[in-house]
C-alpha cells in the first residue's frame, strides 16, 4: 500500500498551505492517519493525527493552535490546514496509517504507523 502525499510547495512565513494524503490504489481502511515531519538533519517530528472513525484529533503542542488535521471519509483522505506558516515549519511532511497493528507504541510515535507516503516538501522562507 503507498500512500500519496500532495499540496506541499514554497511559501511565505505568515502564509497557509493544505497538504493532502491519499492511498494511490484502492482504498483502504485505517484506524487512524497521521501527518510526521522531518527537517534536514531532525529526526522525524509528529504533527497531528486523526482517528478515522471517532475522528479523534491529537497535535503536537507546538503546532495545534495553527494546524488542523481533518478527514474526508468518502474520499479516503486526510488533510493537514497550516497556517501562520514559519520557516522552522520547513520540513517534508509525510502522512502515515495506522492499522492498529503496533498499538503498544504511542500515537505520536511513527513507528505506530504501518504504511508511509513519499513525503511531500514545504519550504517557508522569511
Known amino acids: 500500500v503507498q500512500l500519496q502525499a500532495s499540496g506541499g510547495g514554497l511559501v511565505q512565513a505568515g502564509g497557509s498551505l493544505r497538504l493532502a494524503c491519499a492511498p494511490s490504489?484502492?482504498?483502504?481502511?485505517?484506524?487512524?492517519w497521521g501527518w510526521f515531519r522531518q527537517a534536514p538533519g531532525k529526526e522525524r517530528e509528529f504533527v497531528a493525527s486523526?482517528?478515522?472513525?471517532?475522528?479523534?484529533?491529537t497535535y503536537a503542542d507546538s503546532m495545534k493552535s495553527r494546524f488542523t488535521i481533518s478527514r474526508d471519509n468518502a474520499k479516503n483522505t486526510v488533510y493537514l490546514q497550516m497556517n501562520g506558516l514559519k520557516p522552522e515549519d520547513t520540513a517534508i511532511y509525510y502522512c502515515?496509517?495506522?492499522?492498529?497493528?503496533?498499538?503498544?507504541?504511542?500515537?505520536?510515535?511513527?513507528?505506530?504507523?504501518?504504511?508511509w507516503g513519499q513525503g511531500t516538501l514545504v519550504t517557508v522562507s522569511s
Open positions: 502515515g496509517a495506522d492499522q492498529g497493528t503496533k498499538t503498544h507504541y504511542d500515537s505520536k510515535d511513527y513507528r505506530r504507523y504501518e504504511y
Open positions: 490504489g484502492r482504498p483502504f481502511g485505517s484506524y487512524a
Open positions: 486523526i482517528t478515522w472513525r471517532a475522528g479523534i484529533r
